[in-house]
């Protein structure tokens, strides 16, 4: 073969490049008006039987020289990259996304308190709320470091059914009182549905915890709240789905909604659970929602909560979770991990000397 006619014939696979590029950027269009088509109907974008029957149809008519075992990956590596692109145009319009809302979202709370944008929250109490002594001790401890928000489990969603399983209602109460008497906020996890509207008069942000990050009829009925919700990272949750999970919350009407990331499942042991740092940027970058950390829950210990804190802050978190107890070892719950009082004021001081706590 001369160099000219090889050159003759790299000219014509050229041009064939570029008609199968625009073939294939044409078909790209038409998925996309299907996908809006679709999504107008609320019928799945992923049709495997009108897949399969593209594929017959194309076997069908394949002379070669290609296999039909290759006709049908080819193209279904062009039905592939044909969904993904309509998935990729849901993830654009996602509620929780940047894509959606460029500027940070900040949840006002009563009394003017923020969470997100400029000042940073620390949020700081008893795993469980167990007694009004208890609880009034930590509230007391706490207005004097100057918290605003306080944290204490009431509905506790406990491994084993003999541990401790909250307060319940009297719980919430408790908190409440507390919370008033020193001038602070609340935040309590609910676990059930019905007893989300019980809970408002007492609590000033609802938790959802990680067990229940993905309780859709919970995180539905959440959505129908005027009321923050703080909604915490699944125990093996990738970061798609935690936001998704918030997703269901916003989809109802309630854009008052905090991510808080409290650690996965890993191999590792040494801690209770693994601090995914990399969560706090790569979610304040796909979301505008404000991103806090659980050092307690994330760590279970207490020697590195500081510079955990301090990590989660340079990330760009906008406030940290931290368990407080005035007596923990005689905790009803999570004994090893919470801090005392003392240790809470030198750990608070050590994370604002840092200068990262805005
Ligand atoms: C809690 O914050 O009280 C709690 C139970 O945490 P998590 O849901 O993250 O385990
Ligand atoms: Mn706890």
Redesign the pocket.
């Known amino acids: 073969m001369t160099n000219v006619e090889l050159d003759g014939l790299r000219a014509r696979l050229d041009e064939i490049n570029g008609q199968l590029l625009e073939l294939i950027s044409e078909r790209a269009q038409v998925v996309q008006e299907i996908g809006v088509v679709k999504e107008k109907q609320g019928v799945p974008k992923f049709d495997p039987e009108r897949e399969k029957a593209m594929l017959e149809k194309l076997v069908a008519s394949n002379k070669g020289p290609f296999t039909s075992g290759t006709i049908r990956s080819l193209f279904k590596q062009i039905f592939a990259a044909s969904l993904d692109l309509q998935s990729d145009e849901h993830k654009k319009s996602l509620l929780v996304s940047r894509k959606t809302r460029k500027e940070d979202t900040v949840i006002v709370l009563p009394g003017d308190i923020t969470i997100g944008g400029l000042s940073s929250v620390m949020v700081a109490g008893p ?2 709320v167990e007694s009004e002594l208890q609880t009034r001790t930590v509230a007391a401890a706490l207005q004097k470091a100057g918290i605003k928000v306080m ?1 204490g ?1 009431a509905f ?2 406990r491994t084993s059914p003999y541990d401790f399983q909250g307060l319940g209602m009297d719980g919430l109460r408790i908190l409440r009182e507390a919370a008033d008497e020193y001038g602070l906020l609340t935040i309590s ?1 609910i676990v059930d549905p019905a007893h989300l509207e019980p809970a408002l008069d007492y609590v000033d942000i609802i ?7 993905q309780n859709f009829e919970l995180l539905k009925a959440a959505g129908e709240l005027n009321k923050p919700v703080l909604l ?2 699944g ?1 093996a949750a990738t970061m798609e789905e935690f936001l998704h999970a918030a997703e269901y919350i916003m989809s109802r009407g309630n854009t008052q909604v905090m991510l ?1 990331e ?2 996965i499942r890993t191999y590792e042991k040494w801690t209770r ?1 693994t601090l995914d740092i990399s969560a706090v940027p790569i979610l304040k970058q796909e979301s505008h929602l404000p991103v806090l950390v ?1 050092v ?3 760590t279970g210990r207490k020697d590195i909560l500081i510079p955990c804190a301090k990590a989660a802050l340079a990330a760009g978190a906008d406030g940290i ?1 931290v ?1 407080v107890h005035p007596d923990p070892a005689t905790a009803l ?2 004994a090893a991990q919470q801090l005392n009082i003392e240790e809470f004021n030198t750990f608070f001081s050590e994370v604002k000397a840092s200068g990262l706590f805005r």
Do not use: F, V, Y
């Not at 938790?207 to 990050?213: L, V």
């Open positions: 795993c469980s944290r489990g506790k969603p996890e938790q959802i915890g990680a067990r229940n990050m915490k990272r125990l808080i409290r650690g659970n659980d307690t829950h994330s979770m368990e719950s999570d």
